[in-house]
């Protein structure tokens, strides 16, 4: 009876610790992907031909975010830990904010398993550094300083560095805004303006919008 009661006590303190493990888990992935993508670049990754209707690709991001926060609530509810994924795509950079002391890989193609883990490149947007609006999604974790966890805390004049096998890009924050996830237009370009374009959820809990960061090539 002894032996039956120890397993349940520790049973259930391992019930507790899985979650955090996860969390564990989840970071040493990016933070691998960081180390891939700093040690060296061995491909360059083409300038994606330009489409000209992004409604479907854009859709599909702002689903993706939606369905993350929802696993996220789901989990915590549950005390357990959203479903792993396994890991996909390929490292094209590094974006980083000092102010707010971001630093992650970023994967091309914002698909389920690449935003697992690490920001993604919309690879139906402009490439980094090129003409047009490079998107990049990331969600919006709820443990603090996670992927774009504190983007709400990125102001306009603010700096975003993208680096990538070619070269450092230095993006200047321009304009700072709430839409609704149907709104496309945050992927419009301008002239021949190089602009940067980060997407993520809003609010953090419960989520109905989109907090989108427009920034162009300094």
Same mark, same amino acid.
């Given at each position: ?87 996909? $795509?390929?490292?094209? $950079? ?37 003409? $047009? ?15 774009? %966890?504190?983007? %709400?805390?990125?102001?306009? $004049? ?32 301008? %002239? ?27």
């Amino acid at each position: 009876m002894r032996k039956f009661s120890y397993f349940i006590i520790l049973a259930g303190i391992l019930i507790m610790l899985y979650p955090k493990a996860n969390e564990w888990y989840n970071d040493w992935q990016q933070q691998k992907l960081l180390e891939e993508a700093e040690q060296a670049y061995s491909e360059t990754v083409p300038s994606p031909s330009p489409q000209s209707d992004l409604r479907k690709p854009y859709a599909e991001v702002t689903q993706l975010l939606a369905e993350e926060s929802s696993a996220d609530e789901q989990a915590e509810a549950a005390e357990q830990p959203a479903p792993e994924i396994q890991l996909g $795509g390929k490292i094209i $950079g590094i974006i980083q904010i000092d102010k707010i002391n971001l630093k992650l890989p970023v994967l091309e193609g914002a698909t389920k398993a690449n935003m697992k883990h690490a920001a993604a490149h919309m690879k139906e947007t402009a490439a980094i550094g090129e003409v $047009g609006n490079a998107a990049i999604a990331a969600h919006r974790s709820r443990t603090a300083g996670r992927l774009f %966890n504190r983007l %709400n805390e990125v102001g306009i $004049g603010d700096t975003i560095s993208v680096q990538t096998s070619e070269q450092e890009y230095q993006y200047i924050v321009y304009d700072i805004s709430i839409v609704e996830p149907t709104d496309i237009s945050v992927l419009n370009g301008h %002239n021949d303006d190089k602009m940067l374009t980060l997407i993520t959820c809003d609010p953090l809990v419960n989520p109905t919008h989109r907090l989108i960061i427009h920034a162009k090539l300094s």
